[in-house]
């Protein structure tokens, strides 16, 4: 502590807020315990709330007071010390018995509060940190070391509804200024991994190949490009909403606590924007390197379905191909054991046919048979047991059939 705000806040009051994680209501139990015992105070139930910021108790003892805060996770201790030549041996005791029984902590709060402008402006030579005016008075940034930040107010001491709305404020501008600085430490590492799938996906479409295959095998490196893309987009997003939700609800504290000029939150609030606009930026370079991948997507998968069709027709005319010459020998096979047939069983009466009969019946009765059995396929294929083809192609085989029959006894 500097020796001019020492010999200040001899007769006015020093305000020291701890914050620390914890969601373990014993371990906050148990810590209360410890310090009700150091401090060897009164405990009060307060139980005040705002914005999910909860007084729960206090212990005041003579020149002291401790208030706890809860709120989600967090727990603030806010020690107030009216002489504190008489109690700063306090302000160790707290935060040591805070640091050994919570889980981490997060960060602390020094406010030193006077109502004297002149003995302040004749300790430190005039005033030259960054000031704002509030309803009770005036507020300075003194300075920001590591996770501690000091201010200066020349006020009365506030009320309960003050430090509630202070404490939220202040958690919210640690908690935006912890995740944009996350942000900002790990930009230049989601900038090159963007980069990487976009050298990656146009390196692809380069050398795409003009096979199926090939084809095939771009969709598969462009899709886990694309997943890998929408990750981090995601990830973007999330801190994009964190930002501007929070953002929204700073402003509106400020605006409750800040009466008239402000620089000290209007600096902080100038800088968390300049994080969420680069935020936005960087989304939208994302958005148009996953469309973009999107696009080449697209095409390839058209280019796919031009090959696959292209593919399909040349099967399909195989496959006619194939069924024409299947057709062709099956015809030859029945068109033979069919005369042969004919010949064994009526053989007096075949030798007298003229060839030209013969040649006819022959053709007919193959050609019905073989319709007959493609009716058969074309049936089992759409599962029914009948069609109008069956039943014509059969019919002709009976026709046929009966024809030569009737050749054959009129030459007996």
């Known amino acids: ?10 007769e006015e009051a ?3 807020i701890f914050y620390f994680l914890s969601e373990d209501e014993a371990e906050i139990a148990r810590c209360w315990r410890r310090i009700l015992q ?7 139930e307060m139980l005040q709330e705002h914005k999910g910021v909860m007084l729960v108790k206090a212990i005041k003892t003579r020149g002291a007071e401790l208030y706890l805060y809860v709120r989600r996770r967090t727990v603030a201790l806010r020690l107030v010390l009216h002489s504190p030549e008489e109690h700063v041996h306090l302000l160790g005791r707290v935060r040591d018995v805070a640091s050994s029984e919570l889980s981490l902590m997060l960060g602390e709060t020094i406010i030193f509060l006077s109502q004297e402008r002149e003995k302040v402006e004749k300790l430190y030579g005039g005033i030259a940190w960054r000031r704002s005016e509030l309803p009770l008075g005036e507020l300075y940034f003194l300075e920001a070391q590591n996770d501690r930040k000091s201010y200066l107010m020349l006020s009365p001491l506030p009320g309960q509804e003050f ?12 908690k935006i200024e912890r995740e944009a600085g996350l942000f900002m430490d790990m930009l230049e590492s989601v900038r090159e991994k963007r980069r990487k799938c976009e050298r990656h996906s146009s390196k692809l479409l380069d050398a ?6 090939d084809f095939e095998r771009l969709v598969k490196e462009l899709c886990t490009i694309y997943i890998e893309l929408a990750r981090y987009l995601e990830w973007v997003n999330s801190k994009v909403s964190m930002l501007k939700e929070d953002l929204h609800e700073l402003s509106g504290e400020v605006r409750w606590l800040v009466s008239g000029e402000d620089e000290v939150f209007s600096e902080r609030m100038e800088r968390h924007r300049y994080a969420l606009e680069t935020l936005l930026y960087e989304r939208e370079n994302f958005i148009l390197a996953h469309q973009k991948v999107k696009n080449a997507l697209d095409v390839v998968g058209m280019r796919i379905e031009i090959e696959r069709g292209r593919e399909t027709v040349e099967l399909q005319q195989e496959s006619i191909s194939l069924q024409v010459a299947a057709g062709f020998i099956e015809f030859i096979v029945v068109f033979y054991y069919t005369l042969n047939s004919w010949k064994i069983l009526g053989k007096e009466a075949f030798s007298l046919l003229p060839a030209w009969q013969v040649l006819l019946v022959m053709t007919a009765f193959s050609s019905s048979v073989v319709l007959f059995t493609h009716a058969v396929a074309v049936a089992r294929r759409k599962g029914r047991r009948l069609t109008s083809g069956m039943a014509a192609s ?3 085989t009976a026709v046929v059939a009966l024809a030569m029959l009737m ?6």
Not at 1 to 8: C, D, F, Q
Not at 208 to 213: A, S, V
């Open 1 to 10: 502590m500097h020796a001019g705000v020492s010999e200040l806040m001899s």
């Open 14 to 16: 020093l305000i020291h």
């Open 38 to 44: 150091e401090m060897k105070g009164q405990e009060t």
């Open 163 to 174: 430090f509630m709305r202070f404490i939220y404020a202040d958690l919210l501008d640690r």
């Open 208 to 213: 795409r190949g003009e096979t199926l295959q």
């Open 394 to 396: 059969l019919a002709l």
């Open 407 to 412: 050749l054959t006894l009129r030459n007996s």
